[in-house]
């Protein structure tokens, strides 16, 4: 399920989403729809969407405002490749759930005709990291990482049917996450200058929720830009503009 929640501030908005269904923060994924920095004239603001899991049972109030997108829980929000937490090492899967979701993923690539080795990641609380080593990893990652998007969702709806809806899994081949990302801040700065010397707006391509959140975070402290995400669907664009842009 998804809710919209707004605050001051983006740890303002998130305490709300927090609060309001009653859940603690790791348990549910924050995507930045539209951020508004406070000025003489205008208050400051933060409006987010929050993708819960399917089991979500949290005693919601009836008049929080949501929406029911379907699929759109298993977005990407905050999926860098391991946090503070993350335990890296030990390729093998250590336990029969990383079992089950390495034989799948295995079986899956192999059925769609590009066979790869699959092995651990990373190791979270709350998140499973799992990579890829295939000759084919060009066609596995697909047009701006679309197909690793689209197998990283099977990943999670599988996760889910083994009882295991709590864990975020997270599929990555060739170290692609991390270029995105690091391609990604990079085309931020560059629209901002752009959007800076117009003093207009720049529409971005459609981008999936932990791309698009990427952008928004990046962004946040330039304080004469401003974005917000435009669109239906899973795939969004951002709009970057220039503050007072009409």
Known sequence: ?????????????????????GLE???????????????????GF??????????????????????????????????RMGGRNAVFGEPKPQNAFEEDMAKFTSGLIERMG????????FREKHKLGLKIESEFSSILIGKKGK??????????????RLGREDVRVILDTENYRIRREESLVRLAYNVAEK???SKGSILLEPMNPFDRWLIHTTLNDINDVETKSEGDG?????RVYFRGYK
């Open 1 to 21: 399920m998804e809710y919209e929640f707004e605050g001051r501030t983006e740890k303002e908005a998130i305490d709300r989403a927090a609060e309001e269904l």
């Open 25 to 43: 923060k790791d348990d549910f994924d924050v995507e930045i729809l539209e951020t508004q920095k406070q000025s003489l004239f205008k208050k």
């Open 234 to 238: 899973l795939y969004k664009q951002v």
């Open 114 to 121: 590009y066979p790869g080795k699959v092995t651990i990641l």
């Open 46 to 79: 933060v409006r987010i969407k929050v993708h819960t899991g399917n089991s979500f049972s949290a005693n919601v109030r009836s008049d929080t405002p949501f929406e029911k997108e379907h699929f759109e829980k298993a977005g990407f929000e905050k999926e």
């Open 195 to 197: 959007v800076r010397e």
């Open 147 to 160: 197909n690793l998007d689209a197998l990283q969702l099977l990943l999670n709806i599988y996760s889910g």
